[in-house]
């Protein structure tokens, strides 16, 4: 966040919204960048296991996950995630999704938890790449990222790729369902503004499009401190 100050200016705010184009590094699209730039993706990779951990490690205990057998945390990056589901499950075994240059950072941390033998890797692009096989789909802070357009592309890509009783969840900062609030959402969706294409959701509008896409009723389940997560399973064959 110190390294890229600049970008929570007002100049670069502006710039944001009259461009319609994110202002990190100048202006270069961040996900593609990091597939060029190891030293950025190293830091960028750091900071979201930082600041993902504490919230990864509340919501995989709200869900009854005894049945899943096999997680995919899709854009995984560090797999703080993948992390906490091996953890709270010790019959769940995870994979951890993201690109060539990502998935080594994420084997490390696999290591470092003494988790290597119940969490893998598997190197691809999630808008071009087959899934591999899994009963459980995790995005988070994936969603936030893209315009829901994209975002319907990866919720039916899911459900194309999970078998019956599959859940997908979906980890965020989660706008109420009337819109107005909370603060800490829209000051969210004010900084996606400078670094992605996307903003912040409420659960109705995710839970809306799981539906659409074929899902059944979606949950929406609060976690740690702003974090929610909006979970739906596929229906039974």
Same mark, same amino acid.
């Given at each position: 966040?110190?390294?890229?100050?600049?970008?929570?200016?007002?100049?670069?705010?502006?710039?944001?919204?009259?461009?319609?184009?994110?202002?990190?590094?100048?202006e270069?699209?961040?996900?593609?960048?990091?597939?060029f730039?190891?030293?950025?993706?190293?830091?960028?990779?750091?900071?979201?296991?930082s600041?993902?951990?504490g919230?990864?490690?509340v919501w995989?205990?709200?869900?009854?996950?005894?049945?899943?057998?096999a997680?995919? &945390?899709?854009? =995984?990056?560090?797999? #703080?995630?993948?992390? !906490? $589901?091996?953890?709270?499950?010790? @019959?769940?075994?995870c994979?951890?999704?993201?690109?060539?240059?990502?998935?080594?950072l994420?084997a490390?941390?696999?290591?470092?938890?003494?988790?290597?033998?119940?969490?893998?890797?598997?190197?691809?692009?999630m808008?071009?790449?087959?899934?591999?096989?899994?009963?459980?789909?995790?995005y988070?802070?994936?969603?936030?990222?893209w315009?829901?357009?994209?975002?319907r592309?990866?919720?039916?890509?899911?459900?194309?790729?999970?078998?019956?009783?599959?859940?997908i969840v979906?980890?965020?900062?989660?706008?109420?369902? &009337?819109?107005? =609030?909370?603060?800490? #959402?829209?000051?969210? !969706? $004010?900084?996606?503004?400078?670094? @992605?294409?996307?903003?912040?959701?409420?659960?109705?509008?995710?839970?809306?499009?799981?539906?659409?896409?074929?899902?059944?009723?979606?949950?929406?389940?609060?976690?740690l401190?702003?974090?929610?997560?909006?979970?739906a399973?596929?229906?039974?064959?």
């Open positions: 966040m110190v390294e890229n100050s600049e970008i929570f200016s007002l100049k670069n705010l502006e710039s944001a919204i009259r461009k319609n184009t994110s202002q990190v590094y100048g270069q699209e961040l996900f593609e960048t990091h597939t730039d190891a030293d950025r993706m190293r830091r960028f990779t750091h900071a979201m296991h600041l993902s951990m919230s990864a490690s995989p205990a709200l869900l009854p996950l005894g049945a899943c057998r997680a995919l &945390d899709i854009g =995984g990056a560090s797999g #703080a995630h993948a992390i !906490s $589901l091996a953890a709270h499950w010790p @019959t769940l075994t994979t951890v999704f993201d690109l060539p240059e990502v998935c080594p994420a490390d941390y696999a290591r470092h938890y003494g988790l290597s033998h119940r969490i893998g890797t598997h190197s691809g692009d808008w071009r790449d087959p899934y591999p096989a899994a009963d459980l789909h995790l988070s802070n994936i969603f936030h990222d315009p829901m357009d994209k975002n592309f990866l919720a039916q890509k899911s459900y194309a790729a999970l078998p019956p009783g599959g859940r979906i980890h965020e900062v989660l706008y109420n369902d &009337d819109g107005n =609030g909370p603060p800490a #959402a829209a000051g969210y !969706s $004010l900084m996606m503004m400078g670094w @992605t294409q996307g903003r912040q959701y409420s659960g109705r509008e995710i839970g809306d499009l799981l539906r659409d896409v074929g899902f059944g009723p979606a949950q929406v389940l609060p976690s401190g702003y974090f929610s997560i909006v979970t399973q596929k229906p039974q064959a």
